[in-house]
Each structure stands twice: as structure tokens, then as C-alpha cells.
């Protein structure tokens, strides 16, 4: 810190008012160095709470097209289908990582469609284009396989569900006798199955 000198002489007099002038300049520069830092803290601090706070993106990549995704109510897990292999895939954290549901045998359930229950967020239905399908009763972690007596009826809407009991939904099917007639002349029938116990053990 500058030292301010006085001297009787009056001849010294600019003296001393110089030597005042950069003790000021001093306290001044310390205190702008002072207000320079604490506005940088600031501003890095905004700048990492704007960091944590945007948004978070993930990237994963499917064969083919993703289709019929959807949540579970009022939770993070997420189902969605690859449209031309048939995989299923399910993920626990909003999409941000991917697993293949192995319960369900893609291979052999072409053209399978998920259907979320509208009034229970643990279940969904998986319908296989023919006689085997699949339930879910944990949000997808595990499924359970069923079967039904004839393919599932795709000109209606498939599947009805019970507002209050899980257990309990309809199935719309359609079998066609193809051995008798040719398919233009194939007599078909269709039935409603009603299941008390998600056609488990049933």
C-alpha cells in the first residue's frame, strides 16, 4: 500500500497529492477486482445450474422402425416394439437405456401388439398374430404366456378390459375352416373368450 508523504515545503505539495491519487486508484482496483470475481462466480454458477437442469438426451438405435411406444401410468417405464422383427423392449428410466424382452418369443409372434390396461398401470397384453400371446402384471419386467383357441380377430377391436379387476378382460378371435373351402369361400367364426384369471392356469 503507497504511503502518503508530507513535507512542510510547499514546493512538495503535488507530491502528496499524487501519492493520494494512487492510494485511491489502489483501494479502487481492489475493489473492481473484488466485483469482477464475484460476478464471474455468478455467472458460472447460473451456468452449471442451467447445465444440471436442461434437458438429458440419449440415443439408441433399433433395426427397424419403433412403433406403438407408450408409458405406464404414472411411472418411468417405457415399452415400444421394432416394427419388421417383431423385438419388444422395454426401458426403466424413461428411455434412456433399452432391454429386449425375452419373455416374449418374437420369432414366433409376427405382427404381436401391446395394449396398456386403461385402468390398472401394472398390466398389458401382448396379442400374437395367431393363438399365443403374453400378460404382463409388473409393468413388463416378466411376462407370462397364454394361449387362445383361434388367432386373435384384428377387424374388431381385440381386447376389452374389466374397469376394477386386472384378471378379468375379453378376447375377440376369428377362426376360418380353410380345409373346406378355398379363402374367398372360408366359413369363419367368431367368438368372444372371457378370462377370470388372465388365462392363466385357465
Known amino acids: 500500500m503507497p504511503q502518503v508523504l508530507t513535507y512542510t515545503n510547499n514546493n512538495h505539495y503535488p507530491f502528496c497529492v499524487h501519492a493520494l491519487l494512487r492510494c485511491h486508484w489502489v483501494i ?24 444440471s437442469n436442461g434437458p438429458l438426451v440419449s440415443e439408441t438405435r433399433f433395426d427397424s422402425v419403433p412403433v406403438n411406444l407408450f408409458y405406464f401410468d404414472d411411472s418411468h417405464v417405457v415399452i415400444v416394439e421394432d ?23 418374437y420369432k414366433s409372434s409376427s405382427g404381436t401388439k401391446i395394449t ?36 386373435t380377430a384384428w377387424l374388431a377391436q381385440p381386447l376389452s378390459f374389466h374397469a376394477s379387476d386386472a384378471d378379468k378382460f375379453i378376447i375377440n378371435t376369428m377362426g376360418c375352416d380353410l380345409d373346406r373351402a ?21
Not at 83 to 105: H, L, Q
Not at 116 to 137: D, F, Q, R, S
Request: proline share 4%; hydrophobic share 40%; charged share 15%.
Open 28 to 51: 479502487m482496483s481492489r475493489a473492481l477486482r473484488a466485483i469482477l470475481l464475484l460476478g464471474l462466480c455468478l455467472c458460472l454458477q447460473f451456468a452449471t445450474a442451467a447445465k
Open 116 to 151: 396398456p390396461h386403461p385402468y390398472n398401470n401394472k398390466v398389458a397384453v401382448a396379442l400374437g398374430e395367431e393363438k399365443t400371446h403374453w400378460i404382463t402384471k409388473d409393468q413388463g419386467a416378466s411376462w407370462q404366456k397364454f394361449y387362445t383357441e383361434h388367432p
Open 83 to 105: 416394427f419388421w422383427t417383431g423385438k419388444v423392449f422395454r426401458s426403466a428410466d424413461s428411455g434412456s437405456t433399452w432391454t429386449n424382452v425375452t419373455d416374449i418369443d
Open 182 to 202: 378355398p379363402c374367398a369361400n372360408a366359413v369363419c367364426t367368431c367368438s368372444s373368450v372371457v378370462t377370470y384369471r388372465s388365462f392363466i392356469n385357465s
